[in-house]
């Protein structure tokens, strides 16, 4: 419970780096009242973004990334679950760890690049560009660019 008060009451510029234990992220509400067949694709996607920008890997993996953008262009009619990929996303850029947030990044580019114009919404909401211009913030001076450079090494 201290790491939660610790992170609520932490500064907007410090909360990128803050990251809770994944006990304390709960899935959203709507989550619990899916069908089971939405909440098996949610978590298909969910290991499919976790694998695409694991902590274990030094470089992109391409055929995961490929993967997560195939799967999110074939939800057509799941607002919910597109909902909860940028979510999931969006939380791997807020990630401590540089590897996970360049791969996120890279995620991130992919699917602008590649996923339809709800995909796009979805990126442009407010949430989600709060979080790139923390990332900014925190990486946009020399010893963050240098951070950058030495884990694409």
């Known amino acids: 419970m201290t790491e939660l008060r610790r992170f609520l009451s932490a500064p907007k510029s410090q ?21 089971p067949e939405t909440k098996a694709v949610m978590d298909a996607l ?53 590897t996970v947030v360049l791969s996120a990044l890279h995620l991130t580019e992919a699917i602008v690049k590649n996923c339809g114009k709800a995909i796009r919404a979805r990126i442009a909401h407010p949430k989600f560009m709060n979080t790139m211009d923390l990332l900014y913030k925190e990486h946009r001076g020399k010893v963050g660019h240098t951070h950058l450079l030495i884990v694409e090494r």
């Open 15 to 35: 909360k990128l780096t803050l990251t809770l234990p994944m006990d304390y992220i709960q899935k959203k509400s709507y989550y619990a009242m899916c069908p």
């Open 46 to 98: 969910e290991k499919l973004i976790d694998d695409a920008t694991s902590d274990y890997t030094t470089a992109e993996s391409w055929p995961t990334i490929i993967a997560v953008v195939d799967k999110l262009n074939a939800l057509t009619d799941k607002e919910v679950v597109r909902h909860e990929a940028i979510r999931m996303v969006r939380m791997r850029l807020a990630h401590f760890s540089p």
